[in-house]
Nanobody, 120 residues
Framework: QVRLVESGGGLVQAGGSLSLSCAASGSIFRIVSQGWYRQGPGTQRELVSSITAGGSTNYADSVKGRFTISRDNVNNAVYLQMNSLKPEDTDVYYC??????????????WGQGTQVTVQG
């Protein structure tokens, strides 16, 4: 069993910064990738940013230059530093990870979600 536990988020004024953290625990053989998605009411969950085990990163166009993803391989954690926040960044943010639980079985796992609210 794999568990993703998120922390961070909250309320901030436009132009401010927030950081999110997500730690994976449980039966982890190898992490393939980790990332962050966000979802607003009545909308589809969308990718914000991801990072592979090799360190390759990917960002949504809307957050490029403002958000930075990083990871801690020792603690199986992923972080999202969000700067220059805009009201349109307001959403519930979900941690995501693709993890092998043994040499042949892998699954996709989600955190519980954390609210980010940016007041304009």
């Amino acid at each position: 069993q794999v568990r993703l536990v998120e922390s961070g988020g909250g309320l901030v004024q436009a132009g401010g910064s927030l950081s999110l953290s997500c730690a994976a625990s449980g039966s982890i053989f190898r992490i393939v990738s980790q990332g962050w998605y966000r979802q607003g009411p009545g909308t589809q969950r969308e990718l914000v940013s991801s990072i592979t085990a090799g360190g390759s990163t990917n960002y949504a166009d809307s957050v490029k230059g403002r958000f930075t993803i990083s990871r801690d391989n020792v603690n199986n954690a992923v972080y999202l530093q969000m700067n220059s926040l805009k009201p349109e960044d307001t959403d519930v943010y979900y941690c995501n990870a693709r993890i092998y639980i043994n040499p042949t079985e892998w699954g996709e796992y989600w955190g519980q979600g954390t609210q980010v609210t940016v007041q304009g």
